[in-house]
């Protein structure tokens, strides 16, 4: 399994609020490379897959239908330590409670639309890649 690539999205927010450059300027200014990228969008059964760990949640339908309103950005991101050093960037997940500087109390709104997604290990980095990139798009 390999250590070196993490999955975004920056999630419709982001895409709303004209937030797009300036989140993909930090995370390059970070030492991410960007490997794959696209504008793009899910279905209510896209999100629900994508998000079914969630699905006894109390915000599970909150959260669909967060991430099905409108496009998002997907990218996979290439750096040493990739996972961890992207969560550190991007910073809680509430961003009352995210770091100064992160990429979430920059940009993030609140717990529920909160501008950004970062895998949580190495093997979902992978899972999540494959569910949003064909091969031919993975540079
Ligand atoms: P992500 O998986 O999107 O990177 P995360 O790993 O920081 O976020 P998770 O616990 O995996 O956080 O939650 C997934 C997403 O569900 C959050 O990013 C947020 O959009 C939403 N969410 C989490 N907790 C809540 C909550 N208490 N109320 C509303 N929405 C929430
Ligand atoms: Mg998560």
């Known amino acids: 399994m390999r250590t070196d690539r993490t999955f975004t999205m920056l999630k419709p927010d982001s895409v709303e ?4 450059g300036a989140i993909l300027e930090k995370i ?3 030492g991410f490379r960007i490997v794959a990228l696209k504008l793009t969008q899910m279905t ?6 994508f998000y079914t760990v969630h699905n006894e949640r109390p915000f599970f339908r909150e959260l669909v239908e967060y991430m099905t309103r409108g496009a998002i950005v997907v990218a996979i991101l290439e750096k040493d330590n ?3 050093d992207f969560r550190s960037l991007i910073g809680a997940t509430n961003p009352a409670e995210a770091a100064e500087g992160t990429i979430r109390k920059l940009y993030a709104a609140s717990i529920g639309e909160n501008a950004v997604h970062g895998s949580d290990s190495d093997e979902n980095a ?3 890649s494959q569910f949003h990139f064909s091969e031919r798009e993975i540079f």
């Open 82 to 84: 990739a996972v961890e």
């Open 126 to 128: 992978e899972i999540e």
């Open 44 to 49: 209510v059964a896209d999100a629900e897959a």
């Open 17 to 20: 609020k004209g937030n797009v």
């Open 28 to 30: 390059t200014a970070a």
